[in-house]
Structures are given as structure tokens and as C-alpha cells.
């Protein structure tokens, strides 16, 4: 029973360096999300997946890349990353998007 | 565009104090739902509420949702520390149920 799945845990980054947070869910979940949460920022939607094979950006798309691999798995790619990207990123899945999200742990990005 | 407020930001109360959080919607919801988080953890789903009037008990929580589906509330009856962390409410998003728009969520403190 792991439900969300999020790697790496932590990680630092220099500026303009790439890198892919990995997402998977075992709860035969239909939606997959990225989300970005900042000090009094909330949470904000980088990117969803409504059902295995879409994806569509949320609030904060701009710099970021999504693949939605399979029904289990959603990636979020940060092609060159910036200091603005430093953030906690959660993924979360829903049965079906608007219902009892499940968050993974979250990864704590650092870029320097 | 469509908003979720929460009040009050912040609380801090001595245990075995009283504490209510309240979320209120720009707009009409078709539910709303819970989230709590602790201090460097991630949401995690308390409960969803989708009839007029719905209130909902668990344990020292109480959820309300109005009866106009545009507020709701959590009460939380005799706090403990085990209750500190922050109390994100969410609703689907007008016009697209698979993404939800968030409150920015109230911080409970709880002194000993």
C-alpha cells in the first residue's frame, strides 16, 4: 500500500542544470498532478494528467515538461532550471480529479 | 476569476482550546473538500462534502458545508498538539472538475 511515489527526496541543482522528478501511483488512479508549493503560495498546479495518454497545464507551467508514461506514471522535467524553480514539489493522483487527492512525500528542490 | 479564501491564516491556541477554520468560494462548489498537512509533511485528504447543509463528524473534527455550497468549515473541539499543522480547504474548478482551486489554508499552533 505505498500510494504515491515520489523520487528523489531532496535534491540541489545549479542553475541551467536538468533534471526529472519521477511520480508512481499503485492505486489505479485515473488523474496524476504536479504541484509546486511555495511559502504563502498555497499549492499551485504546474501540470495534470486527466486520464492516462493527456496532460494540460495548470497555473505555473512555464519551464517544465510533463510525461505521463503509463497509467501509474507521471514525470515532471525541469529542462534548465532557475532559482525561481527552487520549491517543494508534490504529485498527487485522484480516482478521478475531483475527489481525495493522495500526495506523495514530496521533494524538496534547491537551485543554486 | 475564481477564488477560495480561507480565514484565519494563522491560530494559536492552548491545548484543550477550541479552533475553527473557515473557507469561503467566489463561486457555487459542487463539493469541497479537507486537506491537513503537518509541518514538513504533505496534504493528506481528510474528507469531502458535497450536499447543502452537509456536516460531517469525525472524532473532534466537525465539517460544515453551507447552505449555499459557496462556504464551509472545519471545528476542531479540544485541540491537541497532535492537531498542529495547516488545513487546506479545495473545491473543483468552475468549468473543469479535474483540477481543484485551493485555499491557501489556515496554520494552527497548539502551546501544551
Known amino acids: 500500500n505505498a500510494g504515491v511515489t515520489q523520487t528523489p527526496k531532496f535534491q540541489v541543482l545549479k542553475t541551467g542544470q536538468s533534471m526529472t522528478l519521477q511520480c508512481a501511483q499503485d492505486?489505479?488512479?485515473?488523474?496524476m498532478y504536479w504541484y509546486r508549493q511555495d511559502p504563502g503560495m498555497g499549492l499551485r498546479l504546474i501540470y495534470y494528467s486527466a486520464s492516462e495518454g493527456t496532460t494540460d497545464k495548470g497555473e505555473v507551467p512555464n519551464g517544465y515538461n510533463v510525461s505521463r508514461l503509463n497509467k501509474r506514471e507521471f514525470s515532471l522535467r525541469l529542462e534548465s532550471a532557475a532559482p525561481s524553480q527552487t520549491s517543494v514539489y508534490f504529485c498527487a493522483s485522484s480516482p478521478t480529479g475531483n475527489y481525495g487527492y493522495t500526495f506523495g512525500s514530496g521533494t524538496r528542490l534547491t537551485v543554486v | 476569476g475564481q477564488q477560495v479564501m480561507q480565514i484565519p491564516q494563522y491560530q494559536h491556541v492552548q491545548e484543550g482550546e477550541d479552533f475553527t477554520t473557515y473557507c469561503n468560494s467566489s463561486t457555487t462548489l459542487s463539493n469541497i473538500q479537507w486537506y491537513k498537512q503537518r509541518p514538513g509533511g504533505h496534504p493528506v485528504f481528510l474528507i469531502q462534502l458535497v450536499k447543502s447543509g452537509e456536516v460531517k463528524k469525525q472524532k473532534r473534527l466537525t465539517f460544515q458545508f453551507g447552505e449555499a455550497k459557496k462556504n464551509s468549515s472545519l471545528h476542531i473541539t479540544a485541540t491537541q498538539t497532535t492537531d498542529v499543522g495547516t488545513y487546506f480547504c479545495?473545491?473543483?474548478?468552475?468549468?473543469?472538475?479535474?483540477?481543484?482551486?485551493w485555499g491557501l489554508g489556515t496554520s494552527l499552533a497548539v502551546n501544551p
Open positions: 492505486m489505479n488512479h485515473n488523474s
Open positions: 479545495a473545491g473543483p474548478r468552475s468549468g473543469n472538475n479535474r483540477k481543484l482551486i
